[in-house]
């Protein structure tokens, strides 16, 4: 995709050149720095296990993802929309698509950065003599980084699809509880439609697919799949709301 | 170089341009003018790749708009109204970005990046961040960045808005160099700015073209040229009857009183000063002002703006 490498390194300076991500890659590792202390003394000094835990295992980590690649992406489109910029984008020699995809890339690399802070607390519980078992947590971080890009490639169909960022990032987060919350609505209700609606629901089950593979230390190209295509849909749905975008007007 | 055919472009029920044709040839410099709201905007998006046409066909160097945007898009340069920019960037930042976008090498961004600074007098400021720039600077940055892929069509929407007089002369006189090498394309509800740089008019109204062509075959064909004449007021009755019967003369309107001295406006074929004259010194009024006023695009875009308004007179030429 021609100009993708030009939008990508450009998004992603604009994040850093923000104050926004700063502060919020500061909270994300106090943030994970405490619960894995936190999980570290309740597990009794089970390091493997407390690293996996910030890295999806538990519910802290997904609470992060519900909030973080809103307030990330909430501003790429719309607010770009508003002040010009995206016409500009988008009166240059490259594709819509190249423009979404640069964007995405961007934030994923800033979660990549952030999640890489497990690989901090690895290297200090080494150092104090636990042993890591690093295919583990590396298998983890991949798991996170393809969960995050999934969920920052809804940020940006939502800041494509609305006026303002606040409302594109109120969105995202309803789209996120959803998807959180209706596979565990799905396994607990037991209706006659239940079998047929719980198959559905299991294909898009974030939490489950996660949970399948990455925390087990298994590469599992299933679920990796299951993230990319994912993660695709909804960049192309993107793509397509940046093009209605101009159809609009 | 750019041939439009029948551009409509809807905007739900809202019709922003309505069947607009017209050409042009390499090199040529036109002006779009029009109140807010004719349509130069919408036009000037759907040419740059940015709107999609409602229906009709835009190409640009035989590309076309709709099928071989990324051709078209690589073509122009453009400068929208907003003047979009990173703000938490550097200017030449700014300008390796667009390099990239476009394909350039490194060494060949910074290179034109250099070139098109120096050109828009802003070479000193390439390491100041743009969010601290005045608008009269940004305004010279966005021109630097829709210059840097040295491009054969430049299109620039109201390029001299919100600046000041002086920085709007400076504007201007760039606008004017460019226009030497390659095709541009200004919109300008401002009159003195389409005078001094565009020999070609396009007058927008509506959503429709309401007149294209050169300043001198606008004037020629749509003004009308006619003799001011002041006489000192009460030297006789009836001085409107006996221009009237002037040989040439169509009609000569009273314009009122001015203190000691009454006005007219006399229109018709032919030299007409002459006989006026002569009439004066024949009957001996005293005459203060005898002159002949020519057309201006300034009353032509007027009159258009006005007659093809039913209503108001005063939201014509906002």
Redesign the interface.
């Known amino acids: 995709m021609k100009g993708l490498g030009a939008i990508f390194r450009r998004e992603l300076a604009g994040l850093f050149l923000a104050p926004l991500a700063w502060i919020l890659l500061f909270l994300v590792l106090l943030y994970q720095a405490y619960f894995f202390l936190l999980v570290l003394a309740a597990k009794g000094g089970e390091v493997n296990g407390s690293l996996v835990f910030i890295l999806g295992g538990g519910l802290p980590f997904w609470l992060l993802l519900l909030v973080l690649p809103a307030l990330l992406t909430m501003r790429m489109i719309s607010e770009e929309s508003r002040s010009g910029l995206l016409e500009f984008l988008l009166t240059s020699p490259v594709s819509d698509a190249a423009v979404v995809v640069g964007k995405a890339l961007a934030v994923t690399t800033f979660f990549a950065l952030a999640w890489a802070s497990a690989f901090l607390f690895a290297l200090l519980v080494q150092a104090l003599g636990a042993s890591v078992d690093w295919g583990l947590v590396l298998t983890a971080w991949i798991g996170a980084t393809l969960a995050s890009a999934f969920y920052s490639a809804l940020g940006l169909v939502s800041s494509a699809l609305f006026s303002t960022p606040l409302l594109a990032a109120f969105m995202t987060i309803l789209a996120n509880i959803a998807l959180y919350a209706l596979p565990m609505l799905a396994r607990a209700w037991r209706g006659p439609t239940g079998e047929l609606l719980g198959r559905v629901l299991e294909r898009v089950d974030v939490l489950a697919h996660y949970q399948g593979s990455f925390v087990s230390g298994a590469l599992d190209t299933a679920h990796v799949a299951f993230f990319l295509a994912w993660t695709a849909a909804a960049l192309f749905l993107a793509t397509r709301a940046v093009e209605s975008r101009r159809w609009l007007g | 170089m750019i041939s439009v055919q029948h551009l409509t472009r809807r905007?739900g029920p809202h019709v922003a341009v309505d069947d607009v044709s017209f050409r042009l040839e390499r090199g040529e410099v036109v002006g779009f003018l029009g109140p807010n709201g004719a349509g130069k905007t919408?036009t000037m998006?759907v040419l740059?790749?940015?709107?999609?046409p409602s229906a009709g066909t835009v190409s640009v160097d035989g590309f076309d708009v709709l099928r071989e945007s990324?051709?078209v898009?690589?073509r122009?340069g453009?400068l929208?109204?907003?003047?979009?920019?990173?703000r938490?960037?550097r200017v030449q930042?700014m300008l390796w970005?667009?390099g990239?976008?476009?394909?350039l090498s490194r060494s060949e961004s910074r290179r034109r990046a250099g070139v098109v600074l120096e050109r828009v007098g802003m070479a000193e400021r390439a390491r100041s961040l743009i969010g601290r720039l005045s608008k009269g600077q940004r305004q010279r940055v966005g021109l630097a960045?829709a210059l840097l892929p040295e491009p054969d069509v430049l299109v620039l929407d109201e390029p001299t808005s919100g600046l000041d007089p002086l920085q709007r002369l400076e504007v201007r006189r760039l606008i004017r160099e460019l226009a030497r090498e390659r095709n541009v394309l200004l919109s300008s509800h401002i009159l003195p700015e389409i005078e001094a740089v565009c020999p070609r008019v396009i007058i927008l109204h509506r959503g429709r073209i309401a007149a294209d062509g050169t300043q001198a075959e606008l004037v020629g064909q749509l003004g009308e040229s006619f003799v001011r004449l002041e006489l000192a007021a009460g030297a006789s009755t009836g001085v409107g009857a006996e221009l009237c019967a002037l040989p040439g003369v169509r009609a000569a309107d009273a314009r009122g009183r001015a203190g000691d001295f009454e006005a007219f406006e006399i229109r018709g074929e032919g030299e007409l000063c002459e006989p006026i004259g002569r009439l004066c010194q024949a009957r001996g009024w005293i005459v203060r002002e005898l002159s002949l006023q020519r057309p201006t695009l300034e009353s032509i875009f007027a009159r258009i703006a006005l007659e093809l308004e039913p209503h108001g007179r005063s939201e014509g030429a906002a």
């Open positions: 905007f919408t998006r740059t790749g940015f709107l999609p990324l051709e898009r690589a122009i453009y929208p109204e907003s003047v979009p920019l990173y938490e960037h930042e970005f667009q990239r976008l476009r394909g960045v």
